[in-house]
């Protein structure tokens, strides 16, 4: 064959193969031998070897992997990918449809699907290749694993038909239950521990360095969402079924309901069915089925208000108490932990639980030697649930919270309406300050990778560090020969770190690269108890730099979107503290970030400058998340809810009648798109 037939082979090849993929991986109905298949691969394979410059991207052959990576690259998400809210409850699920038909009245279709339990994934195609894997991460980026998932068969390497030319597919990694106890089985005939359930394996196995490795574990995926600027329908359940047709495996187990008692038939075939799947699920997803509702509806900061995840009820099993620990936290919170006699609890062995606080503690009259229920929370957290009365000991007595740190011995306090003990010695409680430490260096926060919980420890019990501050007074000659050895625990051998010349390197190198990490992340690492990633961005936005931020009273701090007044009292108290002071005046000096920068919006007036604004209802031509971004690149503040402090509502098409009616009541302005319009141009 001359090259240009070697090029037309290879392209049909490529095709005709991924076409056999799809049919085998995605709809489970596969149309010729293993044998013919495998034939036809290896005619690839070998055309392809004689003739790598005519490799397609698309190519079958590249799900083999091979590629090492020596880092996960970050890559931002074009949209956020928020968490769905979860119940366990019926009525909440109930309060939801009625939420929703308060907002765009009784016609609502909704569709179910079930809650895979695997890890969340977003697929980026242009042009019908997939150009882009990235994980969830924060939820406003993530890693790219794009080599990785590569090699999951079911995903498709390239679409077929009319698909868009920009295209978006979020869903969830999995792995099967068959795979994963065959991965198992492997693992322990190698001396491997195994995996404590599916999940586990399937972010371990994303994780893994060396994709030819990520090939042979047993991955596959299911797609749930499809986002895109050019979709062929105006609502999900048509859009999941034409991505079918695309290529993309979307699951059968999904249906549309006109009622919410469709909904909870749907929920309870599928609590009794769940164990009959070959994967695991935790649940079942209801999404409003109009892509126009639910622009409508919206979102809140952290979830859509169209869609709710109903969790199934947690599997419980019985053991004893042994004892009662307390633990620590960063914040200084107290925490007492249940020691339990080992049981298998959904696939792990469950050796500790959380008592979570005094009160819990107290209401649940748990007892040293008592018989207690134990469940995963939210299928993930171990947390005791109650005692069987039936077989408790004549001879117990109640356990009493402790009154001073287990570790410092400092005197507890509990702030009125607070369910949590603190510690309040939190400059010089152990637990505390390297708590405030890991914290600092972790990946959300400051990610000095070099940096880990054993060479914290190390830095500290050498008095190295004692605030996050004193990162930054490393250097080569305080760390080179540190060395200490870890006690062994689970038959495992006893780990030796010791600071030599590449570690000290790679150590002043992370802190180095810390100091280009943006200020709201600075703000996050600073560890002030109540500011979580999006306070911190919401705080870094409006106040810009950290000196404002130190000068806010309690009032000005308040009228910031999305800050209370427990959250105010908070940032108020830490910088209160001489101490903080100090280290934020050392941290300026070693050119840590303490202003907003590029990462941020950059505004493009001040025409709406401190504008407070509710936006309610729908915009045709514009989404809302473009509408809140305009209000805050022109100085302004998105509020969610009327209230006499607003400014004026910016009022679109279907505005919710309980916001109107409010608004009229005290007063408040309304506008429409045109007029706002008017007031940002230029």
């Known amino acids: 064959?001359?090259?240009?037939?070697?090029?037309?082979?290879?392209?049909?090849?490529?095709?005709?193969?991924?076409?056999?993929?799809?049919?085998?991986?995605?709809?489970?109905?596969?149309?010729?031998?293993?044998?013919?298949?495998?034939?036809?691969?290896?005619e690839l394979i070998r055309l392809e070897q004689a003739n790598p410059e005519l490799i397609l991207p698309e190519?079958?052959?590249?799900?083999?992997?091979?590629?090492?990576?020596?880092k996960f690259k970050q890559e931002k998400h074009i949209s956020p990918m928020l968490s769905l809210g979860n119940t366990y409850s019926e009525e909440e699920v109930q309060d939801f449809d009625t939420r929703v038909k308060k907002t765009i009245g009784q016609d609502v279709e909704y569709v179910c699907e079930l809650k895979f339990d695997g890890v969340a994934i977003v697929l980026r195609y242009i042009n019908g290749l997939l150009e882009k894997a990235i994980t969830r991460g924060d939820g406003f980026r993530g890693d790219d694993v794009t080599t990785n998932v590569k090699t999951i068969r079911s995903i498709p390497l390239k679409l077929y038909g009319d698909y868009p030319a920009s295209l978006e597919a979020r869903g969830e990694i999995f792995m099967p239950r068959e795979g994963f106890e065959k991965l198992n089985k492997e693992r322990e005939k190698t001396g491997d521990t195994p995996f404590a359930n599916p999940r586990n394996a399937t972010s371990g196995s994303l994780k893994m360095l060396d994709s030819s490795s990520v090939a042979k574990r047993p991955l596959d995926c299911f797609l749930y969402t499809i986002l895109g600027s050019d979709l062929p329908y105006g609502n999900h359940y048509d859009t999941m079924k034409k991505a079918k047709q695309w290529g993309l495996k979307i699951s059968n187990f999904i249906a549309k309901c006109n009622t919410i008692n469709e909904v909870f038939d749907f929920i309870g075939y599928w609590d009794k069915e769940r164990n009959q799947l070959p994967f695991d699920i935790d649940g079942v997803v209801i999404k409003v089925n109009s892509f126009a509702h639910q622009e409508l509806l919206g979102?809140?900061?952290?979830?859509p208000r169209w869609a709710i995840a109903y969790k199934f009820k947690a599997e419980r099993?019985?053991?004893?108490?042994?004892?009662?620990?307390?633990?620590?936290?960063?914040?200084?919170?107290?925490?007492?932990?249940?020691?339990?006699?080992?049981?298998?609890?959904?696939?792990?062995?469950?050796?500790?639980?959380?008592?979570?606080?005094?009160?819990?503690?107290?209401?649940?009259?748990?007892?040293?030697?008592?018989?207690?229920?134990?469940?995963?929370?939210?299928?993930?957290?171990?947390?005791?649930?109650?005692?069987?009365?039936?077989?408790?000991?004549?001879?117990?007595?109640?356990v009493h919270f402790i009154t001073h740190c287990p570790e410092c011995h400092t005197l507890l306090t509990r702030k009125e309406g607070e369910a949590n003990h603190y510690c309040p010695n939190e400059m010089d409680c152990p637990p505390q300050i390297k708590g405030k430490?890991?914290?600092?260096?972790?990946?959300?926060?400051?990610?000095?990778?070099?940096?880990?919980?054993?060479?914290?420890?190390?830095?500290?019990?050498?008095?190295?560090?004692?605030?996050?501050?004193?990162?930054?007074?490393?250097?080569?000659?305080?760390?080179?020969?540190?060395?200490?050895?870890?006690?062994?625990?689970?038959?495992?051998?006893?780990?030796?770190?010791?600071?030599?010349?590449?570690?000290?390197?790679?150590?002043?190198?992370g802190i180095e690269a810390s100091k280009e990490v943006p200020f709201a992340r600075v703000l996050y690492a600073l560890g002030i108890r109540h500011v979580g990633e999006t306070v911190a961005r919401k705080l870094a936005y409006h106040y810009?730099?950290?000196?404002?931020?130190?000068?806010?009273d309690l009032y000005e701090l308040i009228l910031v979107d999305e800050i209370g007044e427990k959250i105010a009292e908070s940032i108020i108290s830490f910088f209160g503290l001489e101490k903080n002071r100090i280290i934020i005046e050392r941290l300026k000096e070693s050119d840590v970030k303490m202003k907003a920068g590029k990462e941020d919006i950059v505004p493009i007036s001040d025409r709406l400058l401190n504008k407070a604004i509710v936006i309610s209802g729908g915009?045709?031509?514009?989404?809302?998340?473009?509408?809140?971004?305009?209000?805050?690149?022109h100085g302004g503040r998105n509020v969610g809810s009327v209230s006499s402090k607003i400014d004026f509502i910016l009022a679109g098409e279907n505005m919710g009648p309980t916001k109107l009616k409010r608004a009229k009541e005290l007063g408040i302005k309304t506008i429409n798109i045109d007029e706002f319009s008017d007031l940002i141009k230029d």
């Open 1 to 42: 064959m001359n090259q240009e037939e070697v090029r037309k082979k290879i392209k049909e090849l490529t095709e005709q193969i991924n076409q056999h993929n799809y049919y085998y991986y995605v709809i489970s109905n596969p149309v010729i031998s293993d044998y013919d298949f495998d034939m036809l691969l290896q």
């Open 59 to 70: 190519s079958p052959t590249q799900r083999v992997g091979g590629e090492i990576n020596k």
């Open 299 to 303: 979102h809140t900061a952290k979830s």
């Open 317 to 398: 099993v019985e053991t004893e108490l042994l004892s009662i620990d307390y633990q620590v936290g960063r914040t200084g919170s107290i925490t007492p932990v249940a020691n339990l006699n080992p049981i298998l609890l959904a696939g792990t062995m469950v050796k500790r639980a959380s008592l979570h606080n005094a009160d819990i503690l107290k209401k649940l009259d748990v007892r040293i030697g008592d018989n207690v229920f134990v469940e995963k929370g939210g299928e993930i957290i171990p947390k005791i649930v109650s005692v069987n009365m039936q077989k408790r000991q004549e001879s117990s007595s109640p």
């Open 437 to 509: 430490l890991e914290h600092f260096i972790s990946r959300k926060a400051m990610n000095i990778e070099s940096l880990g919980e054993g060479k914290i420890e190390m830095l500290f019990d050498n008095d190295l560090v004692h605030d996050v501050a004193d990162f930054y007074d490393m250097t080569y000659d305080k760390l080179y020969g540190l060395e200490k050895i870890f006690d062994g625990s689970n038959e495992k051998k006893d780990k030796k770190i010791s600071f030599k010349e590449k570690t000290v390197t790679n150590i002043l190198t």
């Open 544 to 552: 810009k730099n950290i000196d404002n931020l130190m000068k806010a």
């Open 619 to 633: 915009f045709p031509g514009y989404s809302r998340n473009e509408l809140k971004k305009l209000i805050e690149q």
